[in-house]
């Protein structure tokens, strides 16, 4: 883990090839990643989230090459992450995702930790931001479904 948190801070200012507008303010050189094979989408219900978020519904979509998007009433931006726990199907799973810079956190990264129980459909997340600040603990509920967005650069909270 600690191996893949350093890859991505070396290249810090990346932009996703599908994304559509600059997300961040960086003024170094760009890189493109490829956006792989769509796999599953997370729709997360929040009943404690982030005060400055305070949006309760957010949905991820998860690419098999380890790319993700997230979108919100707030939010659209990119990531990388890894699972722990063998798949999205286990009774418990972990995802870890670090998020690129954008314009949602600032024009920096944000790493956050969010633990499934499929029991209950209930998660745990935590948040670390690259400034330093850790968010309070936030948690609700959530849906597992096939991910049918093999271009997510469309993606956008009103087309939901």
Sequence with gaps: MKKFIAIFLTFICLSLTYATTKTTNCSGPEINVKVGKPTYELELYYQKMYSKKPWHGAN?????????????????????????????????????????????????????????????????????LQTGEKVNFEFGTYKITKNNYKDPKNIKWQSK
Excluded: C, R
């Design 60 to 128: 991820v979509f998860y690419y098999d090459n380890g790319v993700y998007k997230v979108i919100s009433p707030g939010e659209s931006h990119y990531g990388v992450y890894t699972l722990e726990g063998g798949n999205f199907k286990q009774n418990t799973f972990t995802i870890y995702h670090i998020s690129m810079p954008s314009n949602d956190w600032g024009s920096k990264t944000a790493y956050l930790k969010l633990s499934f129980d499929s029991k209950d459909h209930t998660f745990i997340q935590t948040t670390k």
